[in-house]
């Protein structure tokens, strides 16, 4: 029962914590809370549809047809979340310093959290499908004891959730004007931390072929599998034995969503001029 | 608008860096390599490969319950659904032994591949 618990757990960590940064990052918004739960609700419709084709899925294009599921999860998923660090570090800074010249937190003014909506949907879908299958897996299967492994299956669900709370109310606590620059590192983080992911894929399905030797081996320092290593590896990407491509993609991420933040936010700050009564 | 223009921008320097990196892409000459998954068991526990080449390694799941690749060493992890046959692509490795193991029945699914 216990290693059930602590796979699901695993499976479900990421997608927690991903829910639970972007429910922070999008306080205050308008809405917020009903397109998260639309895209929470999407993704786990969506797992369970990817899990129900995981086998016809895995055959197609010679038994990669997996990968290339997540290659196009993981780019969507990324361009998502570069969306968001470059529009909302742009507008968001304009929204937060209207709300504080008036004195208020509320961020009406701001458009639809889609982009985050649709991120968090394709994270659910990815950890969910392969929750899915495996819980499936001995439901359906033949081996025994199903019904500890449901409750295992159960508490790793319920601790991965637990987790993803903490790290909403954690950042809950940051004060609104910190705030916005917590969450934006963070989601940036999360980017990269895809973007590695993609490349990982890309070179496990045979698709590129370069740079694959790993970098260095940290396994010694931090494992992988370790609680920690398990757990920056959610939150930042963290790999003990990265390859290059996957420190190319991830430094590529943080640099191309760096470099266009920083052009709207010269182009934005042309155009915004704060009223100097007001201003502090 | 500015912000689609900044991220037409972003997307095209990202499609750039993927395809420059992507300029070799699969060919048919990857050597081969089986592996067969049964009563969550890897068959051959230790799978023999060429060195430093690429390997196209085939698991096949005969189980009724899905399995996942997983190797730390080989940096990679691959679901593998009852009664499927997944492709996964891993190396050019240097000589050596790298640990691999089925991530849902680690008590019995471990197996080792030597590169040579």
Same mark, same amino acid.
């Given at each position: ?5 602590? /796979? ?15 429910? *922070? ?38 038994? /990669? ?16 979340? *570069? ?32 982009? $985050? ?5 394709? %994270?659910?879908?990815?950890?969910? *499908? ?32 637990? $987790? ?25 983080? $999360? %980017? ?31 494992? %992988? ?27 590529? %991420?943080?640099? /191309?969503?760096? /470099? ?21 | 608008?500015? @912000? +689609?223009?900044?991220? +037409? ?29 049964? &009563? ?11 060195? &430093?080449?690429?390997?196209?390694? @085939?698991?096949? &799941?005969?189980?009724? @319950? ?16 009852? +009664? ?11 000589? +050596? ?7 849902? &029945?680690?008590? @019995? ?8």
């Amino acid at each position: 029962m216990f290693a059930t618990a602590l /796979i699901v757990f695993r499976e479900t960590l990421e997608a927690a914590l991903f829910i639970g940064i972007v429910a *922070a990052a999008t306080r205050g918004i308008a809405g917020r809370t009903l397109w998260l739960s639309a895209g929470v609700m999407s993704g786990m419709v969506g797992a369970l549809a990817l899990a129900a084709g995981a086998e016809s899925i895995g055959a197609w294009a010679d038994g /990669i047809g997996q990968d290339l599921v997540n290659v196009w999860i993981l780019t969507i998923a990324l361009l998502m979340l *570069a969306w968001h660090c470059i529009w909302v570090s742009t507008h968001g800074r304009e929204m937060s310093q209207e709300a504080k010249q008036l004195g208020t937190s509320t961020r009406d003014g701001e458009r639809a959290p889609w982009a $985050l909506a649709l991120a968090v949907g394709l %994270a659910v879908l990815r950890e969910g *499908a392969e929750t899915v299958l495996f819980v499936s897996g001995f439901v359906t299967g033949s081996s025994s004891g199903s019904h500890t492994m449901l409750i295992g299956s159960a508490l790793g669900l319920l601790a991965g959730s637990l $987790l993803g709370l903490l790290m909403y109310f954690g950042l809950s606590r940051i004060r609104p004007h910190r705030l916005f620059a917590v969450t934006n590192t963070l989601v940036l983080l $999360l %980017a990269a931390a895809l973007a590695s992911q993609l490349a990982r894929t890309l070179a496990q399905s045979g698709l590129v072929t370069v740079w694959s030797d790993s970098l260095w081996d940290s396994s010694w320092l931090l494992a %992988a599998d370790s609680p920690l290593g398990t757990f920056l590896h959610a939150l930042i990407g963290y790999d003990a034995r990265p390859s290059g491509l996957q420190l190319a993609f991830y430094v590529c %991420a943080i640099a /191309i969503i760096g /470099i266009a933040t920083r052009q709207m936010r010269l182009r934005q700050a042309r155009r915004w001029h704060p009223n100097p009564v007001l201003g502090t | 608008m500015n @912000t +689609g223009f900044t991220l +037409g921008v972003s997307l095209r320097c990202l499609l750039a860096t993927a395809m420059l990196s992507a300029c070799a892409f699969a060919h048919a000459g990857d050597p081969e390599a089986n592996l067969v998954i049964r &009563n969550h068991r890897f068959d051959p526990a230790e799978l023999k490969i060429p060195a &430093n080449q690429r390997v196209k390694l @085939t698991v096949h &799941n005969q189980d009724d @319950t899905p399995e996942e690749f997983e190797s730390h060493q080989l940096n990679r992890e691959k679901l593998v659904p009852p +009664g499927s046959k997944v492709v996964i692509f891993i190396g050019p490795l240097k000589p +050596g032994r790298y640990d691999f193991w089925g991530e849902y &029945n680690e008590a @019995t699914a471990k197996g080792v591949v030597v590169a040579e």
